[in-house]
Nanobody, 121 residues
Framework: QVQLVESGGGLVQSGGSLRLSCVVS???????MAWFRQAPGKEREFVSV????????DYAGSVKGRFTISRDGAKNTVYLQMNSLKPEDTAVYYC???????????????WGQGTQVTVSS
């Protein structure tokens, strides 16, 4: 059973930075790894995705240039470095694993429990 565990969320002032981590455990795999987020009263939305090799990435327009996704194969960990944070980035951030390079939540088979990110103005 594949398990994803996120960490690194917290409260930060507008303009600040946070780095989220997602540790992947379970049987050997080669997934596409993504970050999604969900704000109160809103649908879960795509943030970023990376191939397990790290060769390709994709970002939502709202975070491009501010967020960076990366992975460490030796640690089975995916990161989301978030800079220049804005109050509208406030959400629960979820790590997900799937077998397609896609922005759709429906294509991801495994999800973490989420980590709260709150950006104060």
């Amino acid at each position: 059973q594949v398990q994803l565990v996120e960490s690194g969320g917290g409260l930060v002032q507008s303009g600040g930075s946070l780095r989220l981590s997602c540790v992947v455990s379970g049987p050997p795999f080669s997934f596409y790894m993504a970050w999604f987020r969900q704000a109160p009263g809103k649908e879960r939305e795509f943030v970023s995705v990376i191939t397990w090799s790290g060769a390709n990435t994709d970002y939502a327009g709202s975070v491009k240039g501010r967020f960076t996704i990366s992975r460490d194969g030796a640690k089975n960990t995916v990161y989301l470095q978030m800079n220049s944070l804005k109050p509208e980035d406030t959400a629960v951030y979820y790590c997900a694993a799937g077998r397609k390079f896609t922005r759709s939540t429906f294509d991801y088979n495994y999800w973490g429990q989420g980590t709260q990110v709150t950006v104060s103005s």
